[in-house]
T-cell receptor
Framework: GNSVTQMEGPVTLSEEAFLTINCTYT??????LFWYVQYPGEGLQLLLK?????DKGSNKGFEATYRKETTSFHLEKGSVQVSDSAVYFC??????????FGQGTRLTINP | DAGVTQSPTHLIKTRGQQVTLRCSPK?????VSWYQQALGQGPQFIFQ???????QRGNFPDRFSGHQFPNYSSELNVNALLLGDSALYLC???????????FGPGTRLTVT
């Protein structure tokens, strides 16, 4: 079945550092890929998405590119802020069906 | 424009009891999905409702059931609660032909 694997956390960085959170997936066909963010005590917010190979999703300085050849969708940000501290989830869906999530990566940014 | 809303925010139940959680989708959305998120884990899909019918179901026992109303709102019912049912229950709404799902704040269920 479909699955998503994220780099293990937690990840701790200093403010203005470069961020990469790795995500790889297993799926048949061409799933849609997503990054969701969960702030403490809250539900999930859609951060960005990509629906076909080589698409780049971007939002709030975060970017991720759909790489079919490596089945990856790594999340990057050039300069993180303390307010980016949260748990980040990579997810996929096929045909507007259920979302399959990775285990999440907790990110802490120190000032 | 109101987003996805869920009630109650928190709930404490005893083993063996039954619980009902409620969800109102984002305005204009017709599909509701429910997820269970255990502490420190990613959300797990429970089921999805569209046109008042269950369209997909994840690997959850029959103790988990749901309903969708004509106004697209939805309920999740869990019978014979177990300690392992303690989790954050998330509702997500979407349009049936679109990939993006928008989540509510969740209901934190604690079973003692």
């Amino acid at each position: 079945g479909n699955s998503v694997t994220q780099m293990e956390g937690p990840v701790t960085l200093s403010e203005e550092a470069f961020l990469t959170i790795n995500c790889t997936y297993t799926a048949t066909g061409y799933p849609s890929l997503f990054w969701y963010v969960q702030y403490p005590g809250e539900g999930l917010q859609l951060l960005l998405k990509a629906t076909k190979a080589d698409d780049k999703g971007s939002n709030k300085g975060f970017e991720a590119t759909y790489r079919k050849e490596t089945t990856s969708f790594h999340l990057e940000k050039g300069s993180v802020q303390v307010s980016d501290s949260a748990v980040y989830f990579c997810a996929l869906s096929q045909g507007a069906q259920k979302l399959v999530f990775g285990q999440g990566t907790r990110l802490t940014i120190n000032p | 424009d109101a987003g996805v809303t869920q009630s109650p925010t928190h709930l404490i139940k005893t083993r063996g009891q039954q619980v009902t959680l409620r969800c109102s989708p984002k305005s204009g959305h017709d599909t509701v999905s429910w997820y269970q998120q255990a502490l420190g884990q990613g959300p797990q899909f429970i089921f999805q409702y569209y046109e008042e019918e269950e369209r997909q179901r994840g690997n959850f026992p029959d103790r988990f059931s749901g309903h969708q109303f004509p106004n697209y709102s939805s309920e999740l019912n869990v019978n014979a609660l177990l300690l392992g049912d303690s989790a954050l229950y998330l509702c997500a709404s979407s349009l049936m032909d679109r990939h993006e799902q928008y989540f509510g704040p969740g209901t934190r269920l604690t079973v003692t």
